[in-house]
Structure formats: C-alpha cells, structure tokens
C-alpha cells in the first residue's frame, strides 16, 4: 500500500511539531524517517497510524483518506518505542490479541489461530518462549514479539517507532539487519523512526531528514551521505569539518582571503564550508590558502585523527590523516579540501 | 591498568581491620533500646486492645459470646453491614475506576481541582461528611420537603447510610489506581487500539488486568473502611434498632447498656475482619510483588 502525506501540520499549543509536510511513500518500501529529537518524526508516526490528528492536511493509504478512519480501522501494525506488550499475556497470547479482538463474524477459529500464531512466531524464531510473559524475555525479544503482533493483523504498513532504540549496541545490530531480510521477504510498506543515522542509512530504502518539524530531504541513504541537500543534513549525518566562510562575486573567502574555491551558485554574502573529515589534505603550508596548527593527533587506526586549529575559528577543527604521512603538535600546515559543499547561511 | 586498579582496591580492603563493625551499624545497646521501645509501643497500642476485645467477648465463656452474636438485633447489624458495604463497596469500585481512568488518561480542565476533591474526605472529620447529607436530604433539608412530599426516606435509612459510606470510603480505590495507572502511561492501551480492539475491549483486555492487584487492594481498604465506620453513619442512622444499627453503631449501643460481653463479641467480629483484612493485604502484595 502507497501513503500519501499532503501538506500536514500538526501544532502542540505554541509548538508546531509538524509544519507543511509532504511525502509520499510507495508501496512495499522501507523507509526512515530520521531526525533529532523534536524534529516530528514520531508525530508524523502516530498521525499515520491514527494515534494524533493533524490539523491540516491530508493523510492517503492508496488514494483514500485515511483522517476518516480511526486507528482501529486503519489495519497499521504499530511496534512502539517500548514494546507495550501486554505483561499480564503470554508471548502466544500478546500475538494472538489482534486475531482475538476481531469482529466476532471476522474471528479465526481456535486451531486456524493457532496456527497463524505459531507461523508468526516461527517468523520471529521465537516459537520455544510462547508461554513466557513479556517480562521474562530479553529487549531483543520483546521488540521481535512487538514485531510479531504487529504483523498478526496482516497491516497494510508496519510503522516502527524507534525500533532499536531500548536496546544495547550489539543486539541493536543483529537486529536491523534482521529487520532488513524480514523486510525483503514479507515487503509489506514500513516506516520507521530513528534517531540514529546508521541504523537509517543501513536499514532503509529511503530517508527522509527531517527538522524542526520540516523534511530537509528525502532520499537513498547514498544520495543524502553523498548529496545532503542543506546544511542541516551535512552536518547531522556523517562527520562534517564546518568552516564560516564568505562569498564574493562567485569567490569564497575565509578570514578575508580567496581560498582557490568558486561558489557561483551562492549569492554574496555568509556562507559555511562543509567537508568531510577524509576530504582534506594535508599539505605544506607554504601558498596554501587555509592554513592552521597542529594541536593534538590521536588515534591508533589505519587513519590518524588530526586536531588542526585555523586562523580564525575558535573551535579546531578534525581531519582524517594517513598513518605515513608525519605530523608532530605544534607544526604549521596548509589544508586543501577536495571534495566540499558551500551553503549559504540562512539569515 | 585494570591489574593495578584491582591491587590498590585489595590493599584497601586490607586495612580495615578483622571483626571492626562497620561504621553504618549502630551499637548494639542503641539498637536494642529501638527495638524494645517501637515493641512496646506496638504493643500497648496494637496488640494490647485487641487481645482485651477477645478477652471481655469471652469474659464469661463460649455460650454467652455466641447467645450474643445470634441475637435478632445482633443479627441485624450485621446483614445491615455486610449491605452498606457490600453497595458502597461496588458503587465505589465503578466511580474509583472512572476517576482514576480519567485524571491518569486524559488532560482536562479541572483536573488538578478534581485530585484534591478525591482527597476531600481523608481530610474531613467524618462526622461532617454524614452532616452534609442530613443538611440535603434530612426533614429540615434542602430536599426534605420533596422527599417527604413522594414518600421517599433517605435519612434515618439504608440510602442514608450508604451515601454516607460511599462518601467516607470514596479515596480508597481511586487512590490506589491513580499513581499507577500514571505510571503505565497510555502505550498499551494505544497498541489495543491499533491492534483493532474496541474501547470495551481495550478496558476489560488490557487496563483492568494491568491495575488488577492495585485494585484488589482498593478494594479491600475500601471494605475494611466501609464495614467499619462510625461517624458519618452515626448521624445519618438514627440508631433504629434492629433497622438502622451497623455494627459499630450496635457495639457502641450495648456498651452504654452496660452489656460488656454482647458488646465486645459484636467487637470481636470487626476486629477479626481487621485481621482478615491484614492477611489478605499481606498475600495481596505478595502476589502482585511475585508478578
């Protein structure tokens, strides 16, 4: 099932948690939406699934509206941030709810509930805890249960706020990649809300970064690393050196001085320079247009972390460096990015 | 590194010298005199009046104590009882449930103002909140006239005592379920609904079960405080014999007839509830704890 998002806003009082939000998302996709804390990303979430209304805007699941049916009716499987199994229910029993609470001409009989239960928890390869209660299960296994009932009801989308979120760094591993092959075989259209980057770029079809209650892009974990749309993006996926800068007829200045980079695109003005840390080279500083200090170099790896204090800026700033190549704290040293996006500074 | 750390924690260690008490413990004659003084206590003030209740029942032996339970009027207390309780005990358990559903679910105006409402008869001297219905419904009250006018008796009656009953005992339930139902937030009852479940559904499956031992609970205090009240049901009661008379108010009536022995065996009977009442508390929060 394909859902349109059109032109949603949502307000919390003074707060505007969503503002003018469009989206639409294609059937059987995975999809991220990643962000910040407060960038909406859950709020969008629950107006899908019919836990919060918006106050503007249109929310479709195939064409059809989908403000006028309630969560009951809208057929989404929710797995929330905290499980919210039901702790007085056995694993069987929590799985089995959404088959239970059916419309009594609708109801599977005892053994064809049975059996779609045991297939769902087959699924999640955790038929051996079906007599367990929630609060004997490990986070991992809660969240595969959450998953399992969620599915029980057959969704048209699966809408998964903060997946991994509870968990620990291993296990929050293992997990999204399991997410991802469940996710290639069963491909029902999903949605999930993460705050983590790598779990967005590993996992997802599309991302879609969001802030302050606006999509800041929406596009392949490869085109929003590789192509971040605005400066929000750079700087919240990946490492990014951030360097203020300005334009000048086409030129880009720092502390004054051209640097040997053309910006035509950006009109005169405030600017920040963004590279990521293994776009920069080191160089002799001699003619070399940025120029800085060494202050500290760390780091055991294939690649040395380099601590490099410009001119003006208060903040050093952190280069990738090759092991062969010597530096020592305190050396003078020239900087040529290589690869870099200039945008310009909002007023 | 981790050597190190280990080696200077042993040596630590080390230093405190074999059989020294640690430094938190009290001496021992210190704790002894806590002991003894909280046992005394507990003694003169719990113990004491309870055994002496048992005692006066059967200051003259089995038969009199049990000639006195089996008494008409006797009798009569207590199926009024078991009925004040029983109605104020049900029609508590659906108002605890609403309000605590609704300050713990939902944002209102009002609501902090309700909170404090549900505290109002901890706070109020019984003898008040069976006042208030004397003041409404009473021969001199704001409704007596159009009560007396349809033949309808409500002070003086049973209505009477379960209003005021209800009233005192109303905290009991909401407050046991208030703090809890906050603390378990919204999500299950969310996952209900996306799951297709009904609001009926969602409140017998899901919220009941989740504050089922909280509940128990509330119930239990709430029947204890119900069975044995004496204020407010003594100025709605009118003290009709055989008609009008709880329990309590039926001990306190022998009593000022000088008939000790009927009157500490009626005692008796609410003391053994307390304890009953202990008890299953007791193994109340041992299963809920087990859980």
């Given at each position: 099932?394909?859902?349109?998002?059109?032109?949603?806003?949502?307000?919390?009082?003074?707060?505007?948690?969503?503002?003018?939000?469009?989206?639409?998302?294609?059937?059987?996709?995975?999809?991220?939406?990643?962000?910040?804390?407060?960038?909406?990303?859950?709020?969008?979430?629950?107006?899908?699934?019919?836990?919060?209304?918006?106050?503007?805007?249109?929310?479709?699941?195939?064409?059809?509206?989908?403000?006028?049916?309630?969560?009951?009716?809208?057929?989404?499987?929710?797995?929330?941030?905290?499980?919210?199994?039901?702790?007085?229910?056995?694993?069987?029993?929590?799985?089995?709810?959404?088959?239970?609470?059916?419309?009594?001409?609708?109801?599977?009989?005892?053994?064809?509930?049975?059996?779609?239960?045991?297939?769902?928890?087959?699924?999640?390869?955790?038929?051996?805890?079906?007599?367990?209660?929630?609060?004997?299960?490990?986070?991992?296994?809660?969240?595969?249960?959450?998953?399992?009932?969620?599915?029980?009801?057959?969704?048209?989308?699966?809408?998964?706020?903060?997946?991994?979120?509870?968990?620990?760094?291993?296990?929050?591993?293992?997990?999204?990649?399991?997410?991802?092959?469940?996710?290639?075989?069963?491909?029902?259209?999903?949605?999930?809300?993460?705050?983590?980057?790598?779990?967005?770029?590993?996992?997802?079809?599309?991302?879609?970064?969001?802030?302050?209650?606006?999509?800041?892009?929406?596009?392949?974990?490869?085109?929003?690393?590789?192509?971040?749309?605005?400066?929000?993006?750079?700087?919240?996926?990946?490492?990014?050196?951030?360097?203020?800068?300005?334009?000048?007829?086409?030129?880009?200045?720092?502390?004054?001085?051209?640097?040997?980079?053309?910006?035509?695109?950006?009109?005169?003005?405030?600017?920040?320079?963004?590279?990521?840390?293994?776009?920069?080279?080191?160089?002799?500083?001699?003619?070399?247009?940025?120029?800085?200090?060494?202050?500290?170099?760390?780091?055991?790896?294939?690649?040395?972390?380099?601590?490099?204090?410009?001119?003006?800026?208060?903040?050093?700033?952190?280069?990738?460096?090759?092991?062969?190549?010597?530096?020592?704290?305190?050396?003078?040293?020239?900087?040529?990015?290589?690869?870099?996006?200039?945008?310009?500074?909002?007023? | 590194?981790?050597?190190?750390?280990?080696?200077?924690?042993?040596?630590?260690?080390?230093?405190?010298?074999?059989?020294?008490?640690?430094?938190?413990?009290?001496?021992?004659?210190?704790?002894?005199?806590?002991?003894?003084?909280?046992?005394?206590?507990?003694?003169?003030?719990?113990?004491?009046?309870?055994?002496?209740?048992?005692?006066?029942?059967?200051?003259?032996?089995?038969?009199?104590?049990?000639?006195?339970?089996?008494?008409?009027?006797?009798?009569?207390?207590?199926?009024?009882?078991?009925?004040?309780?029983?109605?104020?005990?049900?029609?508590?358990?659906?108002?605890?449930?609403?309000?605590?559903?609704?300050?713990?679910?939902?944002?209102?105006?009002?609501k902090s103002l309700l909170i404090t409402l549900i505290d109002l008869p901890f706070s109020v001297s019984p003898v008040i909140s069976g006042l208030v219905f004397v003041l409404l419904f009473g021969a001199q009250g704001y409704f007596g006239a159009f009560l007396q006018a349809h033949d309808i008796?409500?002070?003086?009656?049973?209505?009477?005592?379960?209003?005021?009953?209800?009233?005192?005992?109303?905290?009991?339930?909401?407050?046991?379920?208030?703090?809890?139902?906050?603390?378990?937030?919204?999500?299950?009852?969310?996952?209900?609904?996306?799951?297709?479940?009904?609001?009926?559904?969602?409140?017998?499956?899901?919220?009941?079960?989740?504050?089922?031992?909280?509940?128990?609970?509330?119930?239990?205090?709430?029947?204890?405080?119900?069975?044995?009240?004496?204020?407010?049901?003594?100025?709605?009661?009118?003290?009709?014999?055989?008609?009008?008379?709880?329990?309590?108010?039926?001990?306190?009536?022998?009593?000022?007839?000088?008939?000790?022995?009927?009157?500490?065996?009626?005692?008796?009977?609410?003391?053994?509830?307390?304890?009953?009442?202990?008890?299953?508390?007791?193994?109340?929060?041992?299963?809920?704890?087990?859980?």
């Open positions: 099932m394909d859902i349109g998002i059109r032109n949603v806003t949502k307000r919390f009082g003074a707060f505007t948690a969503l503002d003018n939000v469009d989206l639409a998302i294609k059937s059987g996709e995975l999809v991220a939406l990643l962000g910040p804390s407060g960038s909406g990303k859950t709020t969008l979430l629950r107006i899908i699934a019919g836990l919060e209304w918006p106050e503007q805007g249109h929310i479709l699941f195939d064409g059809e509206d989908a403000l006028s049916r309630s969560a009951r009716e809208r057929h989404v499987g929710f797995v929330f941030q905290h499980y919210a199994l039901f702790r007085h229910m056995t694993v069987f029993e929590n799985v089995a709810f959404g088959l239970r609470v059916r419309r009594r001409d609708k109801r599977l009989s005892e053994p064809e509930l049975r059996a779609r239960v045991e297939r769902l928890l087959d699924l999640v390869q955790l038929q051996w805890l079906a007599d367990r209660y929630p609060s004997q299960l490990s986070g991992g296994q809660r969240q595969r249960i959450a998953l399992a009932r969620a599915l029980a009801i057959e969704p048209r989308v699966l809408l998964l706020d903060e997946p991994f979120g509870a968990l620990d760094a291993k296990v929050r591993k293992e997990l999204r990649r399991w997410l991802r092959n469940l996710h290639d075989d069963i491909h029902v259209t999903s949605v999930f809300v993460t705050h983590d980057q790598e779990e967005a770029l590993e996992v997802a079809d599309r991302v879609v970064v969001m802030d302050k209650g606006r999509i800041e892009q929406i596009g392949t974990p490869r085109d929003v690393y590789q192509r971040p749309a605005t400066a929000f993006v750079h700087e919240f996926i990946g490492e990014s050196i951030v360097i203020a800068v300005s334009v000048e007829h086409d030129a880009v200045l720092y502390d004054g001085k051209p640097i040997g980079i053309d910006a035509p695109e950006i009109s005169t003005g405030a600017a920040r320079l963004f590279i990521r840390p293994y776009d920069i080279s080191i160089v002799a500083p001699e003619g070399a247009a940025l120029c800085g200090t060494v202050r500290y170099i760390h780091g055991l790896g294939p690649a040395r972390r380099v601590e490099i204090a410009l001119g003006a800026e208060k903040q050093p700033i952190e280069v990738d460096v090759p092991r062969s190549q010597e530096l020592t704290a305190g050396q003078q040293v020239g900087l040529v990015p290589h690869r870099y996006r200039i945008y310009a500074t909002s007023p | 590194m981790a050597g190190i750390i280990g080696r200077s924690h042993r040596h630590r260690a080390d230093i405190v010298p074999e059989g020294a008490s640690d430094a938190r413990e009290e001496p021992a004659a210190v704790r002894w005199t806590i002991i003894a003084i909280a046992i005394a206590f507990l003694s003169v003030f719990l113990v004491l009046p309870l055994v002496t209740v048992f005692q006066e029942a059967l200051a003259h032996g089995v038969i009199p104590y049990f000639r006195a339970l089996a008494e008409d009027d006797a009798l009569a207390a207590i199926r009024l009882t078991l009925l004040v309780a029983a109605i104020s005990v049900s029609l508590n358990l659906v108002f605890g449930i609403i309000a605590a559903w609704a300050i713990a679910k939902f944002d209102f105006f009002g008796q409500i002070i003086f009656a049973l209505p009477g005592l379960v209003l005021a009953t209800v009233l005192v005992t109303f905290p009991f339930i909401a407050r046991e379920l208030i703090p809890l139902m906050q603390e378990q937030g919204t999500q299950d009852e969310e996952a209900a609904i996306s799951l297709g479940a009904s609001g009926l559904q969602t409140f017998f499956r899901v919220t009941l079960p989740n504050v089922k031992w909280a509940l128990l609970y509330g119930v239990l205090l709430c029947n204890a405080r119900a069975m044995g009240e004496f204020g407010a049901v003594s100025v709605v009661s009118g003290h009709i014999r055989g008609e009008t008379n709880t329990m309590p108010l039926y001990v306190e009536i022998l009593y000022n007839e000088y008939q000790f022995v009927a009157a500490f065996a009626v005692a008796s009977l609410l003391a053994l509830l307390a304890l009953v009442t202990l008890i299953a508390k007791a193994l109340l929060e041992r299963r809920a704890a087990a859980e």
